[in-house]
């Protein structure tokens, strides 16, 4: 209970109640019921030195009564053993999940985007159901209701309200993003002088393209119609926002849209943006460093640049040994593990114009190479995957087509495809092994480089910068794999988007555990503790929780 102040805008007069905050049976969510009108502030100044410090004391005295009269002895048998098959056996860990969804405040968030919206569900219930489920027991939102009853939460709406849900949810996906980084700022942390951007996509598994779902560059060289996803990070490793494209839209052409969103609506400052060379554009980079008039504050970038796709003058100085440097700053040895060495130049860029032309212009940037020898063994070891592969289809090329011939057929000579069909043709040519180009592959093994605006930044703190670069792959990783973002069984454009809008919350959620765990364990590791830990109701409100999840508690507790 709490002392509740209010002030009349009419007559100035200050009123006082006692009140306290009880969660409405129906619609889920918490309200002020007055427990004992005191009238106006004015009445007691005479009273009591302090009114109010006075009536907040009461308040406190009366809470702690309630408290005690709610106490009651309970004995239980502690020996007891209860039947693992138990239908009153329920989930708790979903706890930890809930803990986190709280502190982002997202139950205040759906409830108040709901508030006028006339719905007999309550949309908050049905996301953390969305959520939870996510990560201890991903399916289908079918999936997700049917096994509702595994929690001690009250969850009480249709399935067909959850997908009446999803539309609605769909309708604040940006809004909800933007809450959400700003709860993380407050609650966690967050630093966005680095910002990490990749994309990948998702596959459906259907024969017709609509408007979002187009057939393009599969990740995964499938022939389905994909939805493309480009996805910014912080440099904590925790996501900051994400936007669905059509999947026949190329990676590069999905940054602008994603980091404009970043540097207009989250507060960012200057920030440095880290991706992988099918970003770098131009364009792309002309945006960054503040070329169009629009942009004001200048940004930076450190991104991959191709070894092997690069100019002959480039990969001359690649090779040339003369400069490297170990990690110490001395001169490399010609045994060593690792060496970097950079330059700072002029390098021309093509940007298309406000008119639609194309321009040459200018930037200045430190470009730097590093070679490792686990990179090069790695690299070595996996061509010779493919070497065999390629000799496989020099020996029988029918097995294959432009899909499956996929890394190997660069090494074959005389191996042609038809355009349409994407098969094989045989052209009366004998195919063999492009020893040239294999050679070529060699010699750049283990090399890679970075191209920066940021030249007073040290070699190594540039190649560190990059490697972050890891999270953001990490984090599509999971969203696949441990999450169970696909198959997605909803087709509508809004349903899509609020299935990824869960998958998005849940991923934060996730990440957000293992940072308060050290970053200690996978994703794998929590969904499975918190899934393990379980308990039953005894008397009331008492729960006992089983022992053999005890131990599991040290990690649910974060």
């Not at 979903?94 to 709280?102: E, G, P, Q, S």
């Not at 408007?211 to 910014?232: C, F, N, T, Y």
């Not at 540039?462 to 999270?471: P, Q």
Request: some cysteine; charged content about 30%.
């Amino acid at each position: 209970m709490f002392l509740k102040i209010t002030t009349s805008k009419d007559t100035g007069k200050t009123q006082l109640s006692i009140v306290k905050k009880v969660r409405d049976p129906v619609t889920r969510t918490p309200k002020d019921v007055v427990v004992q009108p005191l009238g106006y502030l004015e009445a007691y100044i005479d009273q009591y030195e302090d009114p109010i410090a006075h009536f907040r004391a009461v308040a406190r005295r009366m809470t702690e009564e309630e408290n005690s009269r709610r106490k009651a002895s309970l004995t239980l048998d502690m020996g007891e053993e209860l039947p693992m098959d138990s239908d009153s056996r329920k989930n708790v860990g979903y706890a930890a999940i809930l803990k986190i969804y709280h502190e982002l405040e997202l139950q205040r968030f759906f409830n108040n985007k709901a508030r006028h919206q006339g719905f007999k569900f309550n949309t908050n219930s049905i996301m953390q159901l969305l959520v939870a489920s996510r990560i201890l027991s991903p399916g289908s939102k079918k999936k997700a209701f049917e096994e509702k009853g595994r929690y001690f939460e009250r969850f009480n709406f249709s399935l067909a309200d959850v997908y009446r849900a999803l539309s609605h949810f769909a309708s604040v996906a940006e809004a909800s993003q933007r809450h959400i980084h700003e709860r993380i700022a407050a609650c966690y942390g967050s630093d966005t002088s680095v910002v990490y951007y990749d994309v990948t996509n998702f596959y459906f598994e259907i024969d017709q393209e609509d408007e979002l779902r187009k057939r393009g560059a599969s990740k995964e060289h499938r022939k389905d119609p994909i939805v493309q996803m480009g996805l910014a990070m912080d440099a904590n490793g925790i996501p900051l926002h994400y936007e669905l494209f059509p999947g026949n839209l190329p990676d590069k052409s999905t940054f602008r849209s994603v980091i404009g969103e970043v540097r207009r609506n989250y507060d960012t400052g200057r920030i440095i943006v880290v991706a992988d060379m099918g970003i770098i554009t131009g364009d792309n980079i002309y945006y960054l460093v503040g070329g169009e008039k629009r942009e004001k504050a200048r940004n930076g970038y450190v991104f991959s640049f191709s070894v092997r796709g690069g100019a002959d003058k480039f990969k001359e100085y690649v090779l040339d040994q003369s400069g490297y440097l170990d990690r110490s700053g001395k001169p490399a040895e010609a045994d060593a593990d690792f060496k970097m060495k950079s330059r700072v130049c002029a390098r021309e860029i093509n940007v298309t114009m406000q008119n639609g032309r194309t321009a040459k212009k200018t930037v200045y940037e430190k470009q730097v190479v590093f070679w490792g020898r686990k990179y090069a063994d790695k690299a070595k070891a996996d061509r010779e995957k493919v070497l065999l592969k390629a000799v496989s289809l020099i020996e029988d090329p029918g097995k294959y087509e432009r899909a499956t011939s996929y890394g190997a057929a660069k090494y074959v000579k005389n191996m042609e495809f038809d355009k349409e069909t994407r098969e094989i043709i045989d052209s009366g040519k004998k195919p063999f092994l492009d020893l040239d180009r294999i050679a070529h592959d060699e010699q750049l093994d283990g090399y890679y480089a970075i191209v920066t605006s940021e030249r007073d930044m040290p070699d190594a703190e540039i190649i560190d910068t990059y490697r972050g670069l890891w999270g953001i792959e990490e984090s599509f990783r999971i969203t696949k794999g441990n999450l169970e973002a696909r198959p997605i069984y909803v087709s509508r454009g809004e349903r899509i988007e609020a299935h990824f809008l869960s998958c998005f919350i849940t991923l934060v959620i996730m990440r957000i555990l293992q940072k308060q765990t050290g970053r200690r364990f996978s994703c794998a590791t929590i969904a499975d503790c918190l899934n393990r830990i379980s308990c039953t109701n005894e008397q009331g409100n008492a729960k006992k929780i089983h022992e053999n999840n005890v131990q599991l508690l040290g990690v649910a507790k974060h």
